[in-house]
């Protein structure tokens, strides 16, 4: 029902930076929560970030000070700023959203996964 589909993920230096995008598409009435997500390999996803509708932020420790989260509300996207970025930021990022749907006139509770995008932070 509600696609998301991330980019800008690749290959950067130590102390490099880049900037995630994740737009969803589908018949949405509204996305409360958007949120970053990572899996480095061997390891549990991990939440890097989430933003709500009315802009309120949480970051994990592991990423405050350097990632940015933000949201435009009026495209259904999602944005990660991410700099000085270090060996351990390595991982598959995956946006996540949740909110409803319009279903037949009725509304309708969604989560959805992007496919992930991959961020290699290496010299």
């Known amino acids: 029902q509600v696609q998301l589909v991330e980019s800008g993920g690749g290959l950067v230096q130590p102390g490099g930076s880049l900037r995630l995008s994740c737009a969803a598409s589908?018949?949405?009435?509204?996305?409360?929560?958007m949120g970053w997500y990572r899996q480095a390999p061997g390891k549990q996803r991990e939440l890097v970030a989430h933003?709500?509708?009315?802009?309120?932020?949480n970051y994990a420790d592991s990423v405050k000070g350097r990632f940015t989260i933000s949201r435009d509300n009026a495209k259904n996207t999602l944005y990660l700023q991410m700099n000085s970025l270090k060996p351990e930021d390595t991982a598959v990022y995956y946006c996540?959203?949740?909110?409803?749907?319009?279903?037949?006139?009725?509304?309708?509770?969604?989560?959805?996964w992007g496919q992930g995008t991959q961020v290699t932070v290496s010299s």
């Open positions: 996540n959203a949740a909110g409803t749907v319009s279903v037949a006139g009725i509304l309708r509770g969604f989560a959805s």
């Open positions: 933003i709500t509708s009315g802009g309120s932020t």
């Open positions: 589908g018949i949405i009435s509204s996305i409360n929560v």
